[in-house]
Every structure is written in C-alpha cells, then in structure tokens.
C-alpha cells in the first residue's frame, strides 16, 4: 500500500506466522504486480500482488489470470472509497477486520458482493445485524435496500415494528416502496393501526414530492392503489374517534368511508360485496414486546443517608444517542411499625433538560416491597441525545427513603452512563442517588 514508510531491512525473521508477513507485506508494498486507481474524487492509487488477490477472489482470478487479463492496465474502481478498499486489502493480506463503524460495514459488504467474498460479507452482515437499534436502523435499512439484503431488511422492520411511529421516524429518511409494503404486512407490531396510517400518508407526500407530483389526495390515492396499500390497512380495528382521521385525509372517497364506518358501528360480519382493495380484517394486530436493556449500577462503600418524603433531583447523561423508556429507584426504608411487607407508594417522576425545562412527567402509583426497588416507567420514551446532561426528578409520598452511594460510571449495551451522585433533596445537596438502573433502548 501506498504512502508508508516502514523499514524493508529483514522483516521477515521478526514475523512468527503467515498472517503477519502477508500483513506486513501489504504495509511495505513490496514485489507489487498491479494497480488499482480506488475513489472517485479524491482518488488514491494503491499497489498489490496479483496472486493473493486471486486466490481470494474469483473475480480477480479472471481478472489476472483469465479472459479479462491486461497486465499494463491500471484497474480504475471509482465506486469504492479508498479508506474502505485499504481495509478490504488487509482482510484478504491478514485475514482479520476490525469493523467500527456501519458506514465501513455497509461500504465492506459492497466490495465483498462485488468481489464474490461471502465470508467477508458473512462478517459484514453479522456485524450490522448486532448493531441495528432505533438510532442506526435508517443507515441499516439504507444498506439493506441498496443491496437488496433480506436478512438486514427483516431486523430494520423489526425494529420498526416494535416502537411506536414517532420513536424511530425521520423527516430526513425515506423508506422503499417494498420495505413500506413488507412493513404493512406485520402482524405483529406496536404501533396502532391510526399511526400506521399517519405513516403512510407522510410517506405517500415524500413519495410525491420526490416524484416531482403535487401531495394532493387523488394523487396520493394513486400511489397508494399502484402498490395496493389500502388492502394493507385494518380499517376496521379503528375506534370510530380514530376512523374520522382517515375520513379527513381525503383519500377514500366518501362511499368507502361510509362503508367503513357503519361497519366499524355494527361490528358484524363483511356484506358479501365487500370492496376487494380493501382490508376487511376487523382484529388489531398483536402487540410485541420491544427490547428494553437495564444499566443496574453496583452498590459500593459510602455513606448511606435516610431521606424524608419530598423531592429529589439527581443528575445523569450518556455518551451515546439512547431511548430511555423508565428508571428503577429505591422503596422506602422500613420501621418498627412497618419492618416488613408492602406499602402503597405514590411517587410523581419528570425528566428534565439541563436547562430544567420539563420533558415527561408520570405518576406512578402502586404496591411496593420496604427496602427494596421500584420501576418507573414513563408514559412516552424520552430520547436522551449524546452527552447531554438531563434531570431526574422524583417526588416521594411520606416515608423515609435511602440514599445510596453507586457506581457512578456504568457501561453497558451501547454506550455509556454518567450519574451524578449528589442528590438534591428539598433545600440542601446531598451524597447518594436514589436511582438504581436506568431502562433504555439503542
């Protein structure tokens, strides 16, 4: 490889095994017999060896060794970025890969399709699968579509099936017209028919503009009878409150409203003439149960304070983009009258920015064990950007609660938390959080 300067002065008697002289071969560009002119703008011409690339890749073997041989020419791949070629090269040279990125796996599974690689791409692929979260689905999905991955597209609409429509949608993203379908054939999913119809309106209104075709109905009705959309659609699991939204959107014509709707009425049985480019399913799709990961922070040695009821604010942030769905805290410590069993625990939760503005509040009202944990979950999700300081505050029911000193650094699946293990209780700050894991998906 080009622009390293590495000492060629006996290297192979440092190197123990196959691996790390391929590698250091690479590195040193050394006995090179082709050239590759890699990018398409800023372009980097990078030399390699003939026979390592064929025994890796039966397209270079043609390439070099078969009909499509030209030993003069310089081998132009413009479709590729040259940081990405150089870690496909070091793959093939030293049969290791150290992917960091989605960017870099989607751009390695390309060359490894074009390249006819399937281990290389087995890789690429498993690594995109254990990375596909609500924040990286839109790149996966992206990458899916490009190059037509089934097994990416299916965890993308998972991951989509298993939040609400406004946790993971984008104004900046638009899915394909056969990932909007395959969606709309989930039986399984969280969001309720009335978003998904939310859904494909604001697609259909992208679809149109990207289409350079006015949003208006009757051409969003046109769109939508082209990919048989409404067919998709459970019309009649609507509460009719909800069913007035569709109505109002303009794209059934009155006669299909009025159908729907003295249907969803009754709540009998289809006429026999019912509309085939309708749906005439009267159940609601079932619901799935998202995957929610837990930072539990560990207990360690410090002061313990009782706290009376009252409010308490604790601060907390992560390092990296997080949908956080609730948080464990601690139960009341018990008493002479009360040393063991439940209690009734009322306990009011909001999350705040760094700038106090509220963001959730959610009251939590239920049973609770004595000197032990509680969940709280909030209402909605709260997205917690990256590094960004957010306030957690609780305001307890009458009792007397302990503050515990934790670890105040945890990592855990797909990033890392920072708590801040003062807490601000009534008038005074003191040592100890009376948060004990964090509830979040990535």
């Known amino acids: 490889m080009t622009n390293t300067v590495r000492s060629k002065q006996d290297w192979q008697v440092s190197k123990t095994n ?31 060896h003939k026979l390592v690339l064929a025994v890796s890749s039966p397209v270079f073997e043609a390439l070099f060794y078969g009909g499509l041989c030209n030993k003069d020419e310089v081998i132009s791949v413009p479709d590729i970025q040259p940081y990405i070629f150089k870690q496909f090269l070091m793959y093939i040279y030293s049969d290791s890969l150290d992917l960091k990125t989605v960017e870099d796996a989607g751009g390695l599974l390309y060359v490894a399709k074009k390249y006819l690689m399937p281990q290389l791409a087995r890789i690429c692929i498993d690594y995109l699968l254990e990375s596909t979260g609500i924040k990286t689905m839109w790149d996966i999905l992206l990458i899916a579509e490009a190059l037509n991955e089934e097994e990416l597209l299916s965890i993308c609409l998972k991951v989509m099936a298993s939040y609400p429509y406004e946790v993971w949608s984008s104004e900046n993203e638009h899915m394909s017209r056969n990932t909007l379908s395959k969606l709309l054939d989930q039986k399984i999913m969280n969001m309720r028919e009335i978003e998904l119809w939310k859904l494909v309106l604001d697609w259909c209104q992208k679809e149109c503009q990207l289409s350079g075709i006015k949003s208006s109905p009757d051409n969003m009705r046109s769109v939508l009878d082209s990919m048989d959309v409404l067919k998709k659609i459970r019309f009649l699991a609507l509460p009719l409150k909800e069913f007035v939204k569709v109505r109002e959107s303009g794209i059934l014509k009155r006669d299909e409203c009025d159908l729907l709707e003295s249907l969803i009425m009754k709540k009998v049985g289809l006429i026999e003439d019912f509309p085939m480019h309708l749906n005439p399913e009267y159940l609601p799709r079932t619901e799935v ?100 300081v957010y306030n957690v505050r609780c305001i307890f029911s009458t009792g007397v609660y302990p503050l515990c000193c934790f670890s105040s650094i945890i990592r855990s699946k797909g990033t890392t938390f920072e708590f801040d293990d003062k807490t601000e209780a009534g008038n005074f700050v003191t040592k100890g959080s009376f948060i004990t894991s964090i509830l979040y998906s990535i």
């Not at 560009?29 to 890699?38: A, E, I």
């Not at 002061?303 to 992560?318: A, E, Q, V």
């Not at 009360?338 to 009011?348: A, F, K, P, Q, T």
């Open 289 to 388: 149960k998202p995957l929610i990961w837990r930072c539990n922070r560990e207990l360690v040695k410090g002061d313990r304070s009782l706290i009376c009821s009252g409010p308490m604010k604790t601060k907390l942030k992560s390092q990296s983009k997080v949908l956080v769905t609730g948080f464990e805290v601690v139960t009341r410590s018990s008493t002479i009258s009360y040393s063991c069993g439940l209690y009734r625990e009322r306990i009011v939760a909001v999350v705040e920015d760094d700038k106090g503005n509220m963001l959730t509040e959610v009251e939590h009202d239920g049973n609770a064990e004595f000197n032990s944990f509680q969940t709280v979950y909030l209402k909605q999700p709260i997205w917690f950007e990256a590094n960004t």
């Open 18 to 48: 196959i691996k790390d002289r391929f590698k250091e071969l690479l590195l040193l560009s050394q006995w090179t017999d082709c050239t590759f002119s890699v990018g398409d703008e800023n372009i980097e011409i990078i030399t390699c």
